[in-house]
């Protein structure tokens, strides 16, 4: 089955400063890598997707960036604002379908 | 528009008890799928259900079984409680499976004592 690995385990930056999470991914036949937050006490909030037809997609401060052939996608966040600290997630799709396969998920922390 | 709502937000039961949890998807939101949280494992598929019917299953014992409502209302139930069932419990919805954007709620914080 599926087995998605997420690195690093935790990171901190500095306000201002970029943070890169990498996550590989074992089925070629996955085609669907979403990126979640997770706040405390709250439940996991999507910020950004990526489809296997496209190689980088951005939304403001964060990107995400996708090689398929080298099976491994990354969120970088640029200009990290304390409000960015968090545990973030990433995931792909089942080749059945129907379920993410999730990460172990980054602890982010922004120091101001 | 309203988001996931899951209920109870908290639980605490014993050993060999029973447990049902409730999940109001989104409204239009077709699919429903449940996820198990915890420190050690992670988040970890339970199942999915899409009009009522079951499509998908993960790795968990048959304890853990769960059902739709015509209106996309999803419960799931544990049966015969175990300590290593203590987890957090969360519900997401989306239009029609895991190959979209889904939507998760704040979860069920259960804890078997």
């Known amino acids: 089955g599926e087995n998605v690995e997420q690195h690093p385990s935790t990171l901190s930056v500095q306000e201002g400063d970029s943070a890169v999470i990498k996550c590989t991914y074992s089925?070629?036949?996955?085609?669907?890598f979403p990126w979640y937050k997770q706040e405390l006490g709250k439940g996991p909030q999507l910020i950004i997707d990526?489809?296997?037809?496209?190689g980088e997609k951005k939304d403001q401060r964060i990107a995400v960036t996708l090689n398929k052939t080298a099976k491994h996608f990354s969120l970088h966040i640029t200009e990290t604002q304390p409000e960015d600290s968090a545990v973030y997630f990433c995931?792909?799709?089942?080749?059945?379908?129907?379920?993410?396969?999730f990460g172990a998920g980054t602890i982010l922390r922004v120091k101001s | 528009k309203a988001g996931v709502t899951q209920t109870p937000r908290y639980l605490i039961k014993t050993r060999g008890q029973q447990v049902t949890l409730s999940c109001s998807p989104i409204s239009g939101h077709r699919s429903v799928s449940w996820y198990q949280q915890t420190p050690g494992q992670g988040l970890q598929f339970l199942f999915e259900?899409?009009?009522?019917?079951?499509?998908n299953k993960g790795n968990f014992p048959g304890r853990f079984s769960g059902r739709q409502f015509s209106n996309s209302r999803s419960e799931m139930n544990v049966s015969t409680l175990e300590l290593g069932d203590s987890a957090l419990y969360l519900c997401?919805?989306?239009?029609?499976?895991?190959?979209?954007?889904?939507?998760f709620g704040s979860g069920t914080q259960l804890s078997v004592l």
């Open positions: 997401a919805s989306s239009f029609e499976g895991a190959n979209e954007k889904l939507f």
């Open positions: 995931a792909a799709n089942h080749w059945r379908g129907n379920k993410l396969v």
């Open positions: 259900y899409f009009s009522e019917t079951q499509r």
């Open positions: 089925d070629s036949a996955s085609n669907y």
């Open positions: 990526i489809r296997s037809n496209v």
